[in-house]
DNA sequence: CTGTTAGCGCCTTCAG
DNA sequence: CTGAAGGCGCTAACAG
């Protein structure tokens, strides 16, 4: 473990000269650049991240915080935020937060604190007064993805306009009972997401008219296929009431709904339309009529404007980026049978 | 941004005392304990992370490198790392390999090399000899999942036992057209898990006496169920040498290949039967037969035995540990129609 | 263009 | 049980 003394002694300069060289930030002589260049390859030196944090104040290094990690909207925008983030020269300290309540306190009052990040991404996160408090005090930019943050920078879709967008579409198609799948709940560590899509789904209901039927949402516990499955089920076999069309709020719901109206016999979308929402790469594989809202793009945008951020703090921009959805007509949704 | 001085002056005491009053690790009275914690409570201190690591050389952070993020087993295998590290007070700093030839360097290189962690774990990471070397010479623990690394405790199945057990259970329901789907290769960045597991079915099916036709191998270019569909149809359309058992080398393909049965009109298990790998949550749901690995049990060992190493570096264990994989039989094989 | 010097914030001997 | 002092490895003025 050669450090910038080695170097300097090694080359016959300072350890100032060593830094400059090294650094590329000051003025040294071709010469000595390429000296000290070679002998710290010959050496193996890496400078000291922690020397270099201790002394600049910066430590080139992001703070990512998610709810979970095995989902499909972290896991992809994760990918995609960790790439270009290593891409900009950033490491990415990843904080889950799906543990229990101390250690997610501790996260926010410890980990986050300790100087260690230039910045923070929340991804989905909902915090609490307090968190959102310890988190402010360490007084570093911090950017959003998916859900609004008090003082932060936020990209977020508007789930109240999929979820009419959605409803809409089957509306247009002649379809008056329309159902909905959904994960609605009023966790306080979670943002509204589904309620959003839900309130977007009634709204557009009453609209045109149409008084949306309690029996007509079905609540499930998790975004699978399986649950998707079971409340479809549900919806399909009800003998008085039951829908022409199914408004997932998610893909993968709506491939399990998908294969329940099959099993049941039902042909889709002759005798069920189904809209779901994300544009997951089942929702292709199915033909699943979707709402698009592009988590790649969504996540490079995030980091763009974070690095934006990082360069000019004082810069003005906006502080909530509305990202536009898209209605993805594919298979699983036409006209209703008169 | 209170500092250690700060709590000392505020508190009558030396720095000194508060470091020790505060890391509890050296003896200090407990009047003066309580009185530095409450200051350090009152002035919200929090310790700074490069400072200690400067003077003690520990980082409390543990450098995670995976090749994707965005795929089930690296997902469900972070999932559950980053909350157990995060329990032991660790931070996770995640480095995702899914980036160009230039960064990739530079991740072995530079980031991990600039004593910011305490130890590796690679994530099904295949790395040339010069990345190894350049990780060695950080001269801190290395453990890794899915696959072997010189110098590193490792924690694997046995991809050959995996691809022979699938096999097995066919042979013994007595098929002996038994197809593959898998995704083989020999991209150095990979380990070779595709291959041993298709190595693993060769051998099972010579040993029965069966020799392998290269017609029944079907390559896929990625773990999707579309793949699983498309090679299923070409398999099991195929006039003259229909299988009648497909082992699909992952459980996603298995799904895709039931799917392309059912939309040929062929019953799962009676007309063709289906054998996946992983065990992943469609298998429960599409009824799969499968092969178990248990990934989330894989990654609780896996931090498990880095707490252990880093704790007592020297202690004896195993450098293997070979996991143990579980045939799990549900509603897609049955015995072979005669 | 290069060397000298003074810390960054904390832990850890070594005295008391 | 507590305080004083040195130093972890590096960068950023300030002189030369």
Excluded at 37 to 53: I, N, Q
Excluded at 86 to 110: E, P, Q
Excluded at 231 to 257: N, R, W, Y
Aim: charged share 25%; aromatic share 6%.
């Amino acid at each position: 473990m050669a450090g910038i003394i080695d170097v300097a002694r090694e080359a016959g300069v300072s350890t100032a000269t060593v830094s400059r060289a090294l650094s590329g930030k000051d003025y040294v002589s071709e010469h000595t650049k390429e000296l000290v260049e070679k002998v710290a390859k010959r050496l193996g030196y890496v400078p000291s991240a922690s020397a270099y944090t201790l002394v600049t104040g910066r430590t080139r290094n992001i703070g990512v915080v998610v709810p979970y990690i095995d989902r499909w909207f972290f896991s992809t925008a994760l990918e995609t935020i960790d790439r270009e983030l290593v891409k900009a020269g950033y490491d990415v300290t990843l904080y889950n937060l799906s543990t229990d309540d101390v250690h997610r306190k501790s996260i926010f009052t410890n980990s986050l604190a300790r100087k260690r990040v230039d910045a923070v991404m929340c991804i989905a996160v909902r915090m609490s007064d307090s968190e959102l408090a310890a988190l402010t005090a360490v007084n570093k930019p911090i950017v959003a993805l998916g859900g609004l943050i008090n003082g932060a920078k936020c990209i977020k879709i508007s789930d109240t306009s999929a979820g009419r967008l959605a409803t809409d579409h089957l509306l247009t198609m002649g379809h008056t009972k329309i159902a909905m799948i959904g994960l609605s709940g009023n966790d306080e560590k979670f943002f509204r997401v589904f309620d959003e899509r839900r309130d977007g789904y009634e709204t557009a209901l009453k609209l045109a008219g149409i008084a949306p039927k309690p029996g007509w949402y079905k609540q499930v516990s998790k975004y699978a296929i399986s649950e998707g499955y079971a409340a479809a089920k549900q919806l399909l076999g009800d003998p008085h009431h039951a829908p022409t069309a199914i408004f997932a709020s998610s893909d993968e719901l709506a491939v399990g709904a998908m294969l329940a109206a099959k099993d049941m016999g039902l042909k889709v979308p002759e005798d069920v339309s189904i809209v779901g929402v994300d544009n997951h790469e089942l929702a292709d594989f199915f033909g699943i009529t979707t709402i698009d809202q592009n988590v790649t793009g969504q996540a490079e945008l995030l980091v763009k404007t974070m690095l934006q951020v990082l360069e000019n703090p004082e810069q003005e921009m906006d502080q909530v980026i509305d990202w536009p959805i898209e209605l993805v007509v594919r298979a699983s949704t036409t006209k209703v049978r008169s």
